[in-house]
């Protein structure tokens, strides 16, 4: 069965520490990787996703296949990188976009 | 700018009222979804659809329906509001061509 972890409900670090949201997943077969964010009173809106293997706003999440899991960090966190995230995956072809959310996590960035 | 626009922010119903959530998008994307988002629980979802008039069960349908008569139109239907539907819907859609979905800003539904 395909399955979503965030294990933290909340993660509060100072600015310039580094960030580490975890992820891991369950799917029975190849599934597509995705963070998404939620900033106060904004829409949900994607991140990255692990085929593009870019950073966005100092953002990386490598997929570690072995582990299952899919982890966001940042070096360097700032305090506009405080909001909701979301991981999230989804299966392939037919099943593309139908997605799979874990339970969140908010990021707390203290000045 | 691509846009996916929910009909309502808030809403407030009563119980065993009927209930549409309306949701357009103007992207002529073919996927289209419903999710409910709660504390705790991340987003669910509800149903989706694949085309004009066809639908699928989501992970949590009970209690709802959904109509897409118009490919850029997919609206969520409480036939009989309860309070346990208290929640914020959200609507999204995509290609399904390996690129990303847009959400809308949500509907925050409040059943009394």
């Known amino acids: 069965a395909q399955r979503v972890t965030q294990p933290e409900k909340l993660l509060s670090v100072f600015k310039g520490a580094p960030v580490e949201l975890k992820c891991n997943y369950s799917y029975s077969g190849s599934p597509e990787l995705f963070w998404y964010v939620q900033y106060s009173r904004q829409r949900l809106q994607l991140l990255l996703r692990h085929i593009s293997r870019e950073s966005i706003k100092g953002f990386t999440a490598d997929l570690n296949k072995g582990e299952t899991s899919f982890h966001l960090k940042k070096p360097f966190a700032q305090e506009e990188d405080s909001a909701m995230y979301y991981c999230?995956?989804?299966?392939?072809?037919?099943?593309?976009?139908?997605?799979?959310f874990g339970s969140g996590t908010k990021l707390n960035v203290k000045p | 700018d691509v846009k996916v626009t929910q009909s309502s922010r808030y809403l407030v119903k009563r119980t065993g009222e009927k209930v549409f959530l309306e949701c357009v998008q103007d992207m002529d994307h073919e996927n289209m979804f419903w999710y409910r988002q709660d504390p705790g629980l991340g987003l669910r979802l509800i149903y989706f659809s694949y085309d004009v008039k066809m639908k699928e069960k989501g992970d949590i349908p009970e209690g709802y329906s959904v109509s897409r008569e118009k490919k850029e139109r997919f609206s969520l239907i409480l036939e009989s509001a309860s309070t346990n539907q208290t929640s914020m819907y959200l609507c999204a859609s995509g290609t399904g061509q390996n690129t990303e979905a847009f959400f809308g800003q949500g509907t925050r539904l409040t059943v009394v």
């Open positions: 999230a995956l989804s299966g392939r072809g037919r099943n593309f976009n139908k997605f799979y």
